[in-house]
Every structure is written in C-alpha cells, then in structure tokens.
C-alpha cells in the first residue's frame, strides 16, 4: 500500500474543457483532486487533507483508479467507494448520484480506533472524517463561518454582544482549528491559539488567518493587554503544549473571556501530542508502541481539560468545540468533564431547526469573478439579512481563497433550494464561466448522529439514534444527489458519530434544476424533521412554515 | 405509547382491486400487513413479527399512519420510516423507492441492549430485525430453504452427504427456530428441539413443521430411537429449558450428530428463559429488575454453550447458527465459546461468493396457483439444478402458505435477474392474476456486516467494516428499489450487527422491467464484490464471469 508519495502534487483543472465525459463527474474529479491541493489540504502527499488523518483517498492506487473511473464514467453509471477504495462501477440511471460514498463504517461493537487501527494499516479501510474522503472540503474558509457564528453566539450570550476587549484561549492551529484566530477577530475577539506545530502557526501567518507569532506566553500576554487598550483585536500564535499554557494560564489566575480548544483530540493517537513530547519523539513512538501513545495523550488532555475547568469556575466562557475532549479526558477519571457544554447545545442548536447550517458552493471554473458575482447573487436574493451580507463583505475581504475559489454561508430552508435554482439558472445563462458544485459539511441540521456534539443534550434524549443521518442519505441519493457519502467517526473519532455528506453539480440544465430543487429542499427539510421530531417548538413552526409534510406531527 | 392491541386482526388486502394509488404502494400496504397477520407474526398484537422483539411498525399509531401515508402516496413521492415510525414524505421521483426505512440504529458508542432498552421504552426506538421492520418477512418458510441448505451442507461435510439415522439436536421453536425441525427431516435428519413455551411447540404441530411431541426426554429419545430404525427421520419436540436438556444429553453421555440452537440468545433480556424461571416468573422479572433478567439469562446461556463444547468435544458436529449465544456465553467467562463455529463460514460463504442468498417473492393476489406458476417458471429457466428442482417439489408439498403465498429460492446473481424479469413478464401478459414483490433477507452476500454470524472469519480481516451494508443500500435506493431498509442489530443483537435489506415491486410495466433489470443485478453483485475484495477464489471468478466492473481487480 503506497500512502506516502513525496513526488504528487495535485491540483484540480481549471476552466471550461473537460476530461470526464460530463460536468458530473468532472466536478467530482475537481473535487476530489481540489481537496489534495497543495493550497487545501494539510498533509496531500499522505493524501490526508485535515482533521488528524481524514483522508481524501486510500492510497494512491485507489486515487489514481478513482481518477481513471471518473474520467470513463458514463452518466447513467454509478461508482461504489469503500473506504477511500473504488471498488464497483453500476449501471443506474441518470437521475441516480454518480458516485455513493461510505467511508470508516465499522460494526458498532468494533467500532473504536483500535480495531479501526489495525485495519488501516492493513489497508482494509481509511479514516474520512467529515468533507475529507467525501471531496467538499474547500479549505479552512469552509470552518471560518461556523466559528465566526459560534463567536458571535458567545459574545451574544455572554457579553452583551460586544466582544471589544475580550479575549478567547484555544489550542491547535490545524486544517479546521487554523480558522479559528480569523474567525475571533471577525467576531470582534482577541485570541491566543496555542500550537505545537510551528509549522502550522506558519501557515495560518502567511494566509493571513492569523495576526502574530508570539516568542513566549509573557509575549503573548502583551499582544493581547496592547490589544486591549487600542480596541483593535489581534490573534496571536504560541507554540507550546496546549496543555502546558492552559494549565499556566490557570496558575498565574490569568483569566481569559472564553476557552475552547481544537487539536485532533478524537485522535489520541495521531492528533494530540502529549505534554512533554517533541513532534518527532510522537512520530517514532506512534511505529513502536501506540498504546503508549494513546494513554500519554488521553492523561495530557486530562490535564488540560482540567485546566479548562478551572478556568471555568473562575469565569471564563468554556465550551467543548467538538472535538471530543471532554470523553477522552472522561475516560481517563475526569468525572465532571463535561461540565462545560459543547457548542452545539449551546449556540447552534437553534440554528439547525430551521435547517439552517454550513451550505458552500465552489467554482470549477477556477475563477474568483463567478465566486463574487454568486455573493452579489446572494445579496440579491437573501435582501434583508445583514449579518449575513456583513459576512459576504467580511468573508471577500479578508478570506483568501484556497484552490478552487469557493464560498460558505450559513443559511436555512428555503434558502438553499433558492440558491441553488439561482445559480444553475447563472450557469445555464452564461453569467458563470463554468459550471459549480454545491455541497455542505456533514455536521448539519439533517445528517448527522454525534452524541458529544452535534446531538448533544436533544431535547427527547435521541441523541444516540443513528436512524436520521442514515435516512439523510438514503432520500439524497433518492432525490439525485450527484455524490452522497455516509461516515462514521467524523469530528469526534470511532464509535462517537455517524453522519453523511452530499454535493450537487448546478450544470446548468433543465435536468440539474429538477434535481437540484428536489435535494436542496429534501436535506435541509430532514433536519427540521428530526429536530421537530424531537419536539423543538422553533423546529415545528419551520416546518408548518415550510408546509413539510410530517406524518405523525399533522 | 399504545404497543398491545388485542382488538386487532390484521389481514392484507388479496386480489386486483388496490386502495392505494398504485400497484408500487399497494404492495408495501399489503407486505406490511402480511407482515403482522396472525399467521405469519409470532405476536401480532404487539406488532411482533418475529426475532425476539422485531417488529413492523413502532406502535399503533405508527402503523395506522404509515397506512393512511401509503394509501395516499404518488409515485414520485417517499415515505421516510424512522425506527417504524412515518416521520416525512417527500417528492423525488418515479424510479427513486416509494418507501426508504431506518430501524433500530444507534451511534455505536452507545449501541447497546441498556440504550436501546430505554430508547424503545420511551417510545423512541423499535428493535427491526431483519425482515420484520422491513416488511418482507414470509413467515417461517422463508427460513427454512436456508435452514435445509445449511444442513444439506452439514451432512455433505460430515456424514459424505447421508444423513440417514442421524440427529439435530436444538433449541427454539420461534419465528425463525420453527423452521428446523421441517428443514431437517427434508435433508434426512431428525431432530430434537427444545423449547420453553408449549405454545410455540403446538403451533409448529399445527403448521405440520414439527412431526411429535414429546412428554419427557426419555420419550423424547425413544421417539429418535424408533426413527433410526425405521429410517423415516422424525421431528420431535420437547417442553424444557435448553440449557437444562442440552447438559442432560451431556451428563447422560447421549451424544447428537449435530447440535446447534435457535433460542433468541441475541437479546439477553427478552429472548432466552433463564433455567429455573418460569415464563410468567419473566414476564414479571423484566417489569421490575432487567440488569437480574440479563444476567441471569446469559449465565444459563453460558451453561447451554459448555453444553455444546462437550458435545462437540465428545464428536458432535456443533455449528452457531446465527443467534449470538457464543458472544453471550462469552461475556460471562466462557472464554472458548468461540471454539464451536459459525455457520457461514462453515457452510454458507461459498454460496455468498456467488451471490447466492435467500431469494424470495409474495403474490399480492393471494391466490396460491400464481406461486405454482412461478415455482414452475423457476424450473423452465434454470433447467439443470437438480437440487433447487428437488427443492421446488419438497416445498409444493410439505410447505403451508402463512399469509400471502410466498416462495423462496437461494439463487444467486443471474439468475435473480433473470427470474425477476419472467415473472414482471408474466404479470404484463396476465398469467400471474395480480403483481408480485421480489426481496430477500437482510442475511444474504452483500447487504450485512454482522462479526459473529454473515461476516465471521473474512479471509482478509474485514468482518467488522461496515461500509459494504451501507454501500448495499444506497446503491439499491439509486437502482430503483421499491423499497429499501438500513438496520442495526438484526439477528445477533445491538452492537453485533449492521444490514440493509430491499424490495422491489414486480407490477408489470416496461418502466418496472428497467428497475428490476438494474435492482437484482446489482444487488447480488455487491455481494460478490464485497467477497472478491475480501480476496475469494470463488468470487473473483464469478465476478469476471459475470463481468463486473471493479476497478482495483481488473
Ligand atoms: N467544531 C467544528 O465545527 C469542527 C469542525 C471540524 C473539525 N472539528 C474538530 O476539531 C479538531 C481539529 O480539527 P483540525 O482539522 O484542525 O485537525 P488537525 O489535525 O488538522 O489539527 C490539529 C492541530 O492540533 C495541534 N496539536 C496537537 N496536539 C496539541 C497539543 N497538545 N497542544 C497544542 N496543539 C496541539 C496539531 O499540531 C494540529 O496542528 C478535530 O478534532 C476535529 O474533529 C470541529
Ligand atoms: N441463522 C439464521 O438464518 C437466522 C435467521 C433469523 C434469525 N436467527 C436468529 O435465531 C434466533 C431465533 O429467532 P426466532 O425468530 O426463532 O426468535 P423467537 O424469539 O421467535 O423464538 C425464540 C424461541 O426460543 C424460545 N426460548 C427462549 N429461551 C429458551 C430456553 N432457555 N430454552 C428453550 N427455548 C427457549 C422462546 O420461547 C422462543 O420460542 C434469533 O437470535 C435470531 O436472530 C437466525
């Protein structure tokens, strides 16, 4: 099994000629490559594109077949991926999806990293996370939005709305973690992002996510005090174990407004680096003994949600941003670890039940212009939301893109269809260069089960029933999704989540708008269903508004 | 929550005239309904099909909306069943399925009996099993063919295909359990079953599956005696406590041909009678204490299972056929449960390599001369099978109808094919007086991932992935299925299993001949794909005999 190949360099086509036999398989093509991008992906030579190990392909055979099949796929044939492996070609039909995706689903009795372990490195299976093995992930931009709304929730809930002069302590500075320093001072924050990875603070300086690299945790604190008097908020990288600095932090009664953290805790053996370690001391020891590994890490995070505890009681805003922390440190005798919320209970719940949630498109044209005349699209269509045109301007202003240009908005049923019909109509018409693809994380409103974050705290206590996420693929590849992907483990690690994930191509034909009005109404209206099958008041009133057709609520 | 209704007396509807909208829903009406009539289920009233608790609908309000959904449904709408409950309806299309089906799934973290207990009380969850929430069960017969395979297989590797005077000795006279004893004395075998609920004995008396029963053991075996001198096998079954009886065997040195069980082991709390209790005494203990009823069942589950270790070691051939007991047995410190096989691996995974499952289809008019003619269809087609000839005769002859006339037939890919299309073909021209549904268990080559059972000792590891079940579903929704299902726990239990199953509505039509043509060539071939990845001789060889297209073997 070859995994690691220094020579690749990957980077989707641009442009109207293709090399697949349609748009449809085309965009998986670009989608699939864009995630590897140099630009997009954390570590593409390893195919893995973020997320601890999400990967976007098995190996590099499997992404050279899959390759090899999309560009000979005819448009009534659909391509089976296991795991990141391609492993059928069938005969359906045209409005079937071209490729149907499952990736790290393991029988719930063996479903855990170990047991997952072994069979990755027997090369049985690959870890997807959420957009990574099912190709929308476009970049850390496609996480700035959904931080920015937590952000501005918490200053909402906390601070009056005013997030002048506060300031928010976080850990990991990755794939999704890299967005959060821009999406702190989007929201009016300072923040000090603590990293072991310079290379990773590196990173986010020359995209400009984040403002300054600090030399120490005295440094840092000075930045952050000079913020504070000039009203103008700055984000700050560390480097440093996260739980080393937070545990300081909580010594010297240095009190932040807010703490979080987003290292690959879901991973404890590849995602968290245990305290005292070097990056390269964790490399060896991960071949020698994982064991040690895992419990070396799963004890730092104890320390370190320890420490978030404490500071917690000292009045800092503490919130679990789902990525497991609170379980890993459980597991190891932090008993009240889940005393802080996660975020989703806590901010986004009432987002979800309007199917509101992390909606994105991606011109494969390759050209910034289509992104920015679907903004003004968006503006056109969506008139009278100004938090949501205040995120356009903020978003074009100040958010690079990685690979192909791509856009993330938040926002609901209804909205989605209208966008996408809308869009599909500047394809057909030539306004955009090119066709684009539509999709949206896995951790939304409809299609996913993740009791430690998405489906925490339900309201019925359904928080564990898998049932929803499953029927969510199931009516999009019904509805003609052009890919449709189910996963297990994303976000929060093996045995804590099942979720899936769809993507539809706006070609601009009459065919694409028929299935594009069908699926951009069906995948939100799923999350309203579920979550007014739960019996949330906000999540009834949406679907009466949208007059979805709810059996057992008429 | 309203789950117990004596008043009720379920019977689907027979012959041409339909009340739903069309032949597509009507048939899902009707198969439902098959599904809780008196004659099929084991407990309709409590809408219990079979398996333990598996059951159709989620309570009564359920089942009377799903009815009231499916008599109202076009044909380019879906009805979404969560855990059997209707929750949405939404437009797709007219080859995507009119009904697409979750049960019973949980987030693995928390897949177990306790969650899913407390779920199910709630009135959250209902436990699907296989075909009971999937509405394709056909009453024990459907079972049989794959109990009188597994047995044929038995004699063929352990008495050179004769099993003239020898004897099964069991556990089980359930939905699925009752099958045995007519199952054996087809393929020459007698056999003792062993059963705590006289009810259960008396009905198989009354279906004519079971020839005597017996007073005591001493009777019990007399009766066996008699038969290995006469050479007629018998079927006898005995009021007792498996666990009991099979230690009885053991301490009085009686040593069966083969032993095996169908107890409903997979669920501890509801399944397996504990030595010594009475059923009332159960009944009542589950009300008040569950943890005592679990763990009292698995220790006399863990006495049964050393049972069957002693009559294996004193020669007798010992197959697990497919209830979980070893798990059990296992969790409780017998820790060389596992030392008795599987019977998949021991008997059954040839026949998957091929695609070959338990192939079956209803005649919605109800009338028992359109069986006969497909039966005859069956033989037209495949000439030169002796044994499914054989298979034919035995059935016509020796099997009830319970409910709507119904067939089954392990065949495998080709062939289903091949006999779907005949059959669409001879409802087109009138031969058959009414449309036909074709479906299968949810055990079968491509559609389960289930450790301790279907996927027991993969040749590559791969028993716990998952991937394959999922992939199963999703590409049968994009084929045009009528109907498909994605459950948890079927057979084996919560946490042990995960499986799809399908439907698809023979009514005559060209546009139905295009489903069918797609829908039973594609799903045998995921079965025989899933085995050629996992590296089978056998598989591979189908595979390019029937010219699948699976990239990475090509
Ligand atoms: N809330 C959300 O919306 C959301 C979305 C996606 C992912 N996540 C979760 O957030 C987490 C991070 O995702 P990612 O894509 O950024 O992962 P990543 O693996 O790309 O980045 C993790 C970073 O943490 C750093 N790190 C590891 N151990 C550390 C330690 N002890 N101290 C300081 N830094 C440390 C690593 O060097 C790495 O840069 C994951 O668990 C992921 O599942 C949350
Ligand atoms: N191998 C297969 O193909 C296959 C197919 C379907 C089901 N199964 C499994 O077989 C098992 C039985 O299925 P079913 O539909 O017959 O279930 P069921 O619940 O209808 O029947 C189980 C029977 O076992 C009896 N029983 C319980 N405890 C007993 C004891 N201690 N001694 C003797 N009898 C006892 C019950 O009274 C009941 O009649 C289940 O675990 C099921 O999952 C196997």
Request: negative net charge; glycine residues 10%.
């Amino acid at each position: 099994m070859n995994r690691h190949d220094p020579s690749r360099v990957i980077r989707a086509a641009r442009g109207s000629q293709i090399t697949a036999k349609s748009w449809q398989t085309e965009a998986a093509l670009r989608m699939l490559m864009n995630n590897l991008d140099a630009e997009v992906a954390e570590h593409p030579q390893d195919l893995v594109v973020y997320g601890g190990i999400g990967r976007a392909a098995r190996n590099w055979q499997s992404y050279d077949k899959i390759v090899e099949v999309l560009t000979r796929l005819n448009d009534d044939e659909t391509l089976l991926v296991q795991s990141g492996k391609p492993v059928g070609v069938f005969q359906t039909h045209a409005n079937a999806p071209r490729v149907l995706i499952a990736n790290s689903n393991l029988v719930p009795h063996w479903a855990n990293w170990e047991h997952f372990n072994e069979l990755d490195k027997q090369g049985l299976m690959m870890y997807g996370q959420m957009t990574a093995g099912s190709w929308i992930y476009i970049g850390s931009q496609g996480i700035v939005q959904g931080t920015y709304e937590t952000f501005v929730s918490i200053a909402k809930a906390h601070f009056n709305g005013d997030a002048k002069g506060k300031w928010v302590l976080t850990g990991g500075l990755g794939g999704m973690g890299g967005a959060q320093p821009l999406a702190a001072t989007m929201a009016g924050f300072s923040m000090l992002a603590v990293e072991v990875d310079e290379s990773r603070i590196d990173f986010r300086l020359k995209s400009a996510y984040l403002d300054k690299k600090a030399t120490s945790l005295a440094d840092a604190l000075q930045l952050l005090e000079h913020a504070k008097h000039t009203g103008k908020p700055v984000s700050v990288g560390l480097l440093g174990n996260a739980a080393d600095i937070f545990s300081q932090l909580l010594e010297q009664n240095v009190i932040p407004d807010v703490v979080t953290d987003q290292t690959s805790a879901h991973d404890p053996l590849n995602g968290y680096l245990p305290q005292g370690w070097s990056m390269e001391q964790a490399a060896q020891r991960r071949l020698e003994d994982e064991k040690a590994v895992v419990t070396a890490a799963k004890q730092s995070m104890a320390v370190q949600v320890k420490a978030m505890l404490g500071l917690q009681q000292r009045g800092a805003a503490t919130v679990d941003y789902g990525n497991n922390i609170r379980q890993m440190a459980f597991e190891v005798g932090v008993e009240n670890a889940f005393d802080f919320p996660g975020f989703v209970p806590a901010y986004i719940r009432p987002l979800f039940c309007q199917g509101i949630g992390p909606f994105r498109w991606a011109v494969l044209s390759g050209d910034p212009e289509d992104i920015y005349k679907t903004d003004a699209k968006v503006k056109e269509l969506i008139p009278d939301n100004a938090h949501l045109h205040n995120w356009l301007d903020m978003a074009k202003e100040r958010i690079q893109f990685q690979g192909l240009p791509a856009r993330i908005c938040w926002v609901g049923l209804g909205e989605r269809q209208k966008l996408g019909l809308a869009f599909n109509e500047m394809v057909r018409s030539g306004e955009l260069s090119a066709p684009i693809v539509i999709g949206r994380d896995h951790l939304d409103s409809g299609s996913v089960a993740s009791p430690n974050r998405e489906t925490e705290s339900m309201l019925d206590g359904s928080d564990a029933v898998s049932d929803w996420p499953l029927l969510n693929a199931l009516l999009n590849t019904a509805s003609g999704a052009t890919w449709v992907s189910l996963h297990h483990g994303g976000g929060v690690g093996m045995g804590f989540s099942q979720h899936s994930g769809m993507v539809i191509v706006c070609d601009g034909t009459e065919d694409a708008a028929q299935r594009i009005a069908r699926v951009l109404h069906n995948d939100p209206a799923t999350g309203v269903m579920r979550h007014a099958d739960a019996g949330y008041e906000l999540a009834i009133e949406c679907a009466r508004k949208h007059k979805l057709d709810l059996p057992m609520l008429a």
